[in-house]
């Protein structure tokens, strides 16, 4: 069975960083693509970024030089970076397994002053 735990979440001011981190069991992360998506208050579930098994990353255009996603081979888990935040960032920031059902249960990140 499949767990996956985001923690790191938190209140931070504008430009201010944080660090997510996605612990998962049941999977070896370094074998699987895995991806952060984020969800507004009101607004669709999207995708942050993506690292796929030969390393391969994707960010999405808003948070392109400013986040960075990783993966602890030694920790099995997925990190992600988080700098220079602004409002914009506040949602609930979700991991998943790639093309699969396998989601954890989210961390809110707020930033405001």
């Known amino acids: 069975q499949v767990s996956l735990v985001e923690s790191g979440g938190g209140l931070v001011q504008p430009g201010g960083s944080l660090r997510l981190s996605c612990a998962a069991s049941g999977i070896i992360v370094s074998r699987n693509a895995m991806a952060w998506y984020r969800q507004a208050p009101g607004k669709q579930r999207a995708l942050v970024a993506s690292?796929?098994?030969?390393?391969?990353?994707y960010y999405a255009e808003s948070v392109r030089g400013r986040f960075t996603i990783a993966r602890d081979n030694a920790k099995n888990t997925v990190d992600l970076q988080m700098n220079s935040l602004v409002p914009e960032d506040t949602a609930v920031y979700y991991c998943?397994?790639?093309?699969?059902?396998?989601w954890g249960q989210g961390t809110q990140v707020t930033v405001s002053s």
């Open positions: 690292l796929s098994t030969d390393r391969t990353m």
């Open positions: 998943r397994v790639s093309g699969t059902m396998n």
